[in-house]
């Protein structure tokens, strides 16, 4: 039985709303709905759906612990038999409390208590369980965001096609000229040319090769030390 709340029991003791319980539960299981004061249905709500629990299970033991409370045994098998197999597919909430108007004479509040027996549609379980989905969904939707909107325009630099240049040949690097008439190194990191005969023209490392001078500062790059320190060589 459960503990009960706090405050006056129903009868004169324990053993008294033992058996108050016990008749209520009878009358609930055998006529599916009962008219009680709102104290008494709300006493009788875990104990009566406690009783279908037992039924639910359906075993000989479950059978003799109901027997034990409700002696009447054509309501227990009423119980077992009928009551059972239509709340079988039920998580639990085998009752229902309707508060209805105060009784004549004591002003007494007054409920229904009745068995909720409507079979449990597969589609109200679909809506739970989509709610559910949706609950959960929206828990994880900010970070989701998070990592969908995180930048990644840094590495877009590494692959971005290299310059081209009117008139130059590119190498990638090359230490050799491409051909006879392109000799002059250009070096993107500092934007400068170099000439055959030049002070760096030997140390430098070429991106592209201009094959002359105007090509290359219309390209944009300066001669490596000056103008001065430069010396043409033109086939």
């Known amino acids: ?73 054509g309501v227990v098998h009423e119980l077992f038999t009928e009551i059972a197999p239509l709340v079988a597919n039920r998580p639990g909430g085998y009752t229902r409390i309707t508060k209805i108007g105060p009784r004549k004479g004591d002003n007494a509040p007054m409920a229904v208590i009745e068995l909720v027996l409507e079979p449990l549609s597969p589609k109200q379980a679909t809506v739970k369980e989509a709610e559910a989905a949706t609950k959960r969904a929206a828990k994880k939707a900010p970070k989701a965001a998070e990592v969908e909107d995180a930048p990644v325009i840094e590495d877009t630099a590494e692959v971005e096609a290299p310059a081209t240049f009117a008139g130059a040949v590119r190498t990638d690097g090359s230490a050799d000229a491409p051909d006879e008439t392109h000799l002059i190194k250009g070096n993107e990191d500092s934007m400068k040319y170099h000439v055959p005969g030049s002070r760096w023209y030997d140390a430098t490392i070429a991106e592209v090769w201009f094959a002359t001078t105007e090509e290359a500062e219309a390209a944009g790059f300066e001669p490596a030390g000056g103008a001065d320190a430069q010396t043409v060589t033109e086939s």
């Open 1 to 73: 039985m459960p503990t009960p709340t706090k405050g006056a029991r129903l009868g004169g003791g324990p053993a008294h709303e033992r058996l108050l319980l016990a008749n209520l539960a009878q009358s609930l299981f055998e006529h599916r709905r009962i008219t009680t004061t709102e104290a008494k249905a709300k006493r009788l709500r875990p104990y009566a759906e406690r009783l279908v629990t037992f039924a639910k299970r359906g075993d000989l033991h479950a059978r003799r612990r109901v027997l034990a409370v409700i002696p009447d045994k």
